[in-house]
């Protein structure tokens, strides 16, 4: 049976609630082996891209080999991914973790090693594979570890050691570039731009990572043995079954899906849509860090602000906010405006994943958990890949059909529409229709209005 997702009065991110989580030693442990995992990831993006450049040494050939490493990081993903769940839920979870972490510091040393640019490509896809199979082992195993009144805050924790790790890998990866040349002198096996340093520093991770899962003890579960005498194909049906026996669960990894969509359709489209408003590449920065930005403020802020409301509710409205932002900002396109408006969607986006991975959590059984996030894991790639390769299109499509730009005078304001704009417009009614469809999949709290949901919470917080 699955548990309630009845509302709950939610958490205070204080100090004493960050002490008692990670008083909880497996937890602890876990979240530095999950964050140390997700730091050497950013840095392997940044390190094999770099070396995919370097590698092609010609124009053309270097954005295709900086293209293939993208590619080729998504592309398992889309295979493996229901086995990778399947494999989650029956074998050993710590086991899979170690193994995992050993094969992907195996993987990176060879890159160096090899020093070829067809070896880089292979690896990458063994590496993506291996992660495929340790990511569901690793948060299907967090509801495990901790209390459900503190899995939102694991959760949330979860995600900032795996997104917050970004900017110090790049900060990471530029103080070995700048390293590198002083190293070379000493270490010829070390290359001048210091990539294969940040390579190799990147296998450490998965190294160390390795050595704190095998000193843990993870909970034993029932659910293991159950699982054994069941077939492979039986259990990726079962785990597919989700979706279609559950309308909760399949609201939540379609809402899921459409934020994932939305922030990486602005990011795939960035570009184009700041040089429209003659922003150019100054502008794509701001924009970018203000989506991370918002982002980062929802998963750290969103739950402890929004606390005490229903968690299926709020995940719903979650995607309706991050569409109706998506609308303002195809219909007003100026610059200034753009930043504040990237900043609040990443922060709907960042409430909208935090709540559904607790929801997930809280409501999906032990037994099928893994096969869970291995799928919404799989098909955030599917989606990553679809916007990536068709919003362009679909932008320029909208330029040659409606004949754009255009330009409009408001009153003294001058607005250009192109056909990101209009792209941007019909994702953000997509995203409306998502959220409200989340809303009425998920509604646990059916003739209660928001107006008296808020009343109640606010009576709550004052008593």
């Known amino acids: ?40 990831d950013w840095l392997a993006l940044l390190a094999t891209t770099a070396l995919a450049a370097e590698l092609a040494q010609n124009g053309v050939g ?10 080729l990081r998504i592309a398992p993903a889309i295979i493996l991914g229901p086995l990778a769940g399947v494999v989650a839920d029956r074998l050993d979870r710590r086991k899979t973790m170690v193994m995992g972490d050993l094969l992907r510091f195996a993987l990176f040393v060879s890159i160096p090693l090899v020093g070829q640019l067809w070896w880089m490509y292979i690896a990458i896809v063994l ?18 570890l901790v209390p459900p009144k503190r899995l939102e805050l694991a959760n949330q924790l979860n995600l900032i050691g795996s997104y917050g ?16 040349q002083p190293l070379h002198n000493l270490i010829p096996g070390i290359d001048p731009e210091g990539i294969y340093l940040a390579i190799y520093a990147n296998a450490a991770t998965f190294l160390v990572s390795a050595w704190i899962v095998w000193r843990l003890t993870f909970p034993p579960r029932a659910a293991q043995e159950e699982l054994k005498g069941e077939s492979v194909v039986r259990s990726i049906a079962d785990g597919l079954l989700i979706l279609k026996e559950r309308p909760f669960v399949r609201g939540l990894i379609a809402g899921m899906l459409g934020a994932f969509a939305g922030g990486g359709l602005v990011i795939g489209l960035a570009t184009r ?11 794509y ?23 005490g409301f229903s968690r299926a509710r709020l995940f719903g409205a979650a995607l309706t906010g991050a569409g109706i932002v998506l609308l303002v900002l195809a219909l007003v396109p100026t610059f200034l405006l753009s930043l504040p408006l990237a900043l609040l969607l990443g922060a709907f986006v960042g409430v909208g994943w935090v709540v559904g991975y607790t929801l997930i959590g809280l409501t999906v059984e032990d037994e099928i958990r893994g096969r869970t996030f291995a799928l919404v894991q799989s098909l955030d790639g599917v989606v990553l890949v679809l916007v990536l390769a068709v919003a362009p299109l679909i932008a320029a499509m909208f330029d040659t059909l409606l004949g754009l730009p255009v330009t ?8 250009t529409y192109t056909g990101a704009m209009v792209t941007y417009l019909l994702a953000g009614l997509a995203m409306i229709g998502s959220g409200v469809w989340a809303w009425r999949s998920m509604n646990d709290r059916p003739g209660v209005s928001v107006l008296a949901e808020l009343r109640e919470v606010r009576r709550r917080r004052a008593g």
């Not at 709950?8 to 991110?13: D, T």
């Not at 270097?62 to 590619?71: D, E, K, M, P, R």
Request: aromatic share 12%.
């Open 1 to 40: 049976m699955t548990r309630s997702a009845a509302p709950h009065p939610g958490f205070s991110a204080s100090f004493p609630a960050l002490r008692s989580l990670f008083a909880i030693r497996p937890f602890r442990k876990l979240f530095i082996a999950g964050s140390l995992s997700s730091f050497g």
């Open 62 to 71: 270097q954005y295709l080999a900086v293209s293939g490493v993208f590619i």
């Open 127 to 144: 590496i993506e594979c291996v992660s495929l199979f340790w990511n569901p082992a690793k948060d299907a195993t967090v509801p495990n």
């Open 165 to 180: 790790t970004a900017p110090i890998a790049a900060l990471v990866f530029s103080g070995l570039s700048l390293v590198g």
């Open 273 to 283: 849509f700041v040089g429209d408003m003659g922003a150019g590449a100054p502008g």
């Open 285 to 307: 920065g701001l924009l970018f860090v203000s989506v991370f930005s918002g982002m980062a403020l929802g998963l750290i802020l969103g739950p402890r602000v929004l606390r």
């Open 408 to 415: 409009v005078n408001l009153g003294g304001l001058e607005l």
